[in-house]
């Protein structure tokens, strides 16, 4: 029988013309380092074992009695190497999941504006609903579960499988059914082009201090760029102290984490390290460029990867404090390599570790301040209802 790989997915459900849009299993939250392509395997041929697979594929495709797909086959054959790996992050990207990935973390896509999430054998369910987007203004809320699309029951579907669905309809307007305190709710969402909102900042004004309040949805290509621009403005207009706000944040580039983390931290403190099966290496601030007001972050349990490395750099190397709940827990890294122009790989390279040395992978970062979520969840979060963020700035005003 085949051992099912656990799986814990995060997918933003965006629409490139004409392929599947996935978005890694999280990635569970996901770092990403990118490399190059993969290079020129023909040297390994004489390996034995290759030989076996080789002969194996030629019995089949020119013996079996039906007709084989032979790139079906191949993939297969690829897809259970990941399977023997037990890894739920190392994953076989093909054509449509590789654009995915790489436009999601872009920022722009076809889609209809939300994040969904399947956890092991439970349901799909919207985490994010992107502010603006087609699914916002139909009304649908983080924390619904999906259970069809345009009347196609979701049971027994996997992210991947409800991504296609919405792909492969004819009319742009989707029809997407919803379980919410166990009513079931219908909407029609149009499916259109969009732009993944990063970064949103405001400022408070509380006991005489002026708190800045920065968002971080997702770790893109240019979030420390974006996260640089804000925080510019929110000094400019006499920000006394920072919150950061890591909630529902699985990740992204490694790279976006370490160029925040560097603004703040003094140079040559430990950022995170990284734990291979050959060596440990730890990565420090080499910018010269450091703050000195107080920051909290806020995370919760869908705060996860790039969100914990940035997070745990700020509070060991910064003296950052943490306010929310335990996060997600996800201690690994993965690195992606062409495999040809159409298909990718994503596998694990390393541990991460915490500036103390730690790995927090199943575990998490407890916060330092811990208080749970009082609003319903999927509730857009404002100051006026959001008592994890009133809980942050009172503990920063002090």
Known sequence: MKKNKPTFELWEVILIAFVTSIIMSVTTGYALFTSGRIKNCSTLTNNEHLGEFIS??????TEYYKEVNEEGLINAAINGMMDYLDDPYTTYLNESSKNALLESLKGKYQGIGIEILKQEEGPIQIVTVFD?????????????????I???????KSSEDAVDIIKKSEDKNIKITVSRNEELISFVVERKTLYIPVIEEELFEVNNQKVGYIRISKFSETVGQQFAEKLKKLEEQGMNNLIIDLR???????????????????????????????????????????????VMI???KN?????????????????????G??????????????VSDKTMLKYTTAKWLTPMGNCIDGVG???????ELSIEEGTTYSYEIDNQLQTAIQEITK
């Open 150 to 156: 345009n009347d196609i029951d979701l049971a027994d």
């Open 132 to 148: 603006d987007s087609p699914a916002a203004i139909a009304g649908l809320k983080a924390g619904d579960i999906l259970k069809s």
């Open 248 to 294: 529902n944040n699985t990740g992204g580039y490694l790279k976006g984490s370490t160029d925040i983390a560097s603004m703040f931290i003094k140079e040559g403190e430990i950022i995170y390290s990284l734990q291979t099966n050959l060596n440990k290496k730890d990565y420090k601030d080499e910018t010269g460029e450091k703050k000195d007001y107080k």
């Open 56 to 61: 194996t594929y030629n019995s089949i495709v």
């Open 365 to 371: 970062l407890n916060p330092d301040v811990n208080v």
């Open 325 to 338: 709940v335990t996060s997600y827990g996800k201690g690994k890294v993965q690195q992606t390599s062409e």
């Open 298 to 300: 806020l995370i919760n």
């Open 303 to 323: 705060s996860a990867s790039a969100s914990e490395v940035l997070a745990a750099a700020l509070k060991y190397s910064y003296g950052a404090k943490l306010v």
